[in-house]
């Protein structure tokens, strides 16, 4: 497809469980971007990627979230030990570079019970 | 670091009116506006953006303007349609994207 794609576009889960969300950004995006969102609020950044390697992570909240973009097409963030505050909707997005368009995917909706 | 306010967090206009949403941001670095839509269940897309080089910037029914000594920045939506409702989000950045900070959202609603 030609936009950036985010599987899945929901997931439960209970408290404690460990979740992947996908993200395949624009071919020939070298940069992606996951942001969070939650209600009402505007898109809160959580980390960027330049090719394969995490540029800057300073958004991520704590420990139990990650990122990896092995071969600098397809992220995966991946939360461990999941907690009800990390209920949210997930973005991705990509660009040209980090200054380019951003181009934003539809979001995973994480919710935990 | 860099804080946007946007405002008013609802807006109702008549179909046909003109729509005007204001931001104010903090850091005097930054360079870079943004304005983003976003509808519901779908990701934000840039409608329009604008550097700090210039004052406004026109796109058909929708214009930015830009007051660099004030620090605000506002976009307007002439004769507005029933697809222009939506949430928009303005943003504020030092020349990259990754370190945009986003304003609250103003949801606009187009009245029949």
């Known amino acids: 497809g030609a936009g950036v794609s985010q599987t899945p576009s929901n997931k439960v889960t209970e408290k404690g469980k460990y979740v992947e969300l996908r993200c395949d950004p624009i071919s020939g995006h070298t940069a992606l971007y996951w942001y969070r969102q939650s209600l009402g609020q505007g898109p809160e950044f959580l980390i960027y990627?330049?090719?394969?390697?995490?540029?800057?992570d300073s958004g991520l909240p704590n420990d139990r979230f990650f990122a990896v973009r092995p071969e600098g097409s397809v992220s995966t963030l991946k939360i461990q030990r999941t907690e009800r505050g990390d209920s949210a909707v997930y973005l991705c997005?990509?660009?040209?570079?980090?200054?380019?368009?951003?181009?934003f995917g539809e979001g995973s909706r994480l919710t935990v019970l | 670091g860099e804080n946007v306010e946007q405002h008013p967090s609802t807006l109702s206009v008549q179909e046909g009116d003109s729509a005007v949403i204001k931001c104010t941001y903090s850091?005097?670095?930054?360079?870079?506006f943004p304005w983003y839509k976003q509808e519901l269940g779908k990701g934000p897309q840039l409608i329009i953006d604008?550097?700090?080089n210039v004052g406004e910037k026109k796109d058909q029914r929708i214009a930015v303007t830009l007051n660099k000594t004030a620090k605000h920045f506002s976009l307007h939506i002439t004769e507005t349609q029933p697809e222009d409702s939506a949430v928009y989000f303005c943003?504020?950045?030092?020349?990259?994207?990754?370190?945009?900070?986003w304003g609250a959202g103003t949801k606009l609603i187009i009245k029949p």
């Open positions: 604008i550097r700090s």
């Open positions: 850091d005097s670095a930054s360079n870079y």
């Open positions: 990627f330049q090719g394969t390697g995490a540029a800057d």
């Open positions: 943003a504020a950045s030092y020349d990259s994207n990754y370190q945009l900070i």
């Open positions: 997005a990509s660009s040209h570079g980090s200054t380019g368009e951003l181009f």
